[in-house]
């Protein structure tokens, strides 16, 4: 199994639909991430969180919430996706225990909002 | 807010070359990282630079972190196909956010045989 998991990998989503990403991880790390990725743009930041009640805004958080349901667990929400949304989503988790310790990343999903 | 400035964005280039990527900030980072994606998958860490003024070599690769860490240099000697992908340099916060990465534009690769 893969050390982070999201689910699902591709979503086509109507304009005003509610969605939810799922992300989950088996590294044991506290801190886990969303981010964004459009061609140009790099990644961006949606949501960080450092520990179960700990949650945090990041850059582009506008039309996006979170819920961290475990340490292991953080999902996405996009309370009415507009089409600016279509993107590739990125969950992450890292602890820099290790200062040389990267994030490991999921996989993606890949959003398309029509 | 920090920002990455990475530079070139594309890069296209023959199998033999020589390329080197550019990562530049007005920020300071506790370290700098950098990743290489392929389509379909997440980012990948290739390396971690801390000190100001580090050189590390992987393989073809050599990264560099600027004193002031405030930017950093990826080099590849001789470039092969299997280099081709998008490379994203990433800076490491500090203090209160320790952990969180601020992420360059990325530079999409191609080396051609």
């Not at chain 2, 379909?40 to 002031?68: N, S």
Request: glycine share 10%.
């Amino acid at each position: 199994d893969a050390d982070v998991t999201q689910t699902p990998r591709n979503r086509i989503t109507k304009t005003g639909k509610r969605i939810m990403l799922e992300c989950s991880q088996t590294k044991g790390h506290d801190r886990m991430y969303w981010y964004r990725q459009d061609p140009g743009l790099g990644l961006r930041l949606i949501y960080y969180s450092f520990d179960v009640k700990d949650i945090n805004k990041g850059e582009i958080s506008d039309g996006y919430s979170v819920s961290r349901q475990a340490q292991a667990k953080f999902s996405l929400s996009l309370e009415s996706a507009i089409p600016n949304q279509t993107a590739l989503y990125f969950c992450a988790t890292g602890d820099f225990r290790d200062e040389l310790e990267g994030y490991t990343f999921g996989s993606g999903t890949r959003l398309t909002v029509v | 807010t920090q920002l990455l400035e990475q530079s070139p964005q594309f890069l296209s280039i023959q199998e033999g070359e020589n390329l080197t990527v550019y990562c530049n900030s007005s920020s300071v980072f506790s370290s700098l990282q950098w990743y290489r994606q392929e389509p379909g998958e997440g980012p990948v860490l290739l390396v971690t630079v801390v000190t100001g003024g580090e050189v590390k070599k992987l393989k073809r690769l050599t990264f560099q972190f600027g004193d002031a860490r405030k930017d950093s240099s990826l080099h590849i000697t001789a470039a092969q196909p299997g280099d081709t992908g998008l490379y994203l340099c990433a800076g490491v916060s500090g203090g209160t956010s320790y952990g969180k990465l601020t992420f360059g534009q990325g530079t999409i690769l191609t080396v051609h045989p």
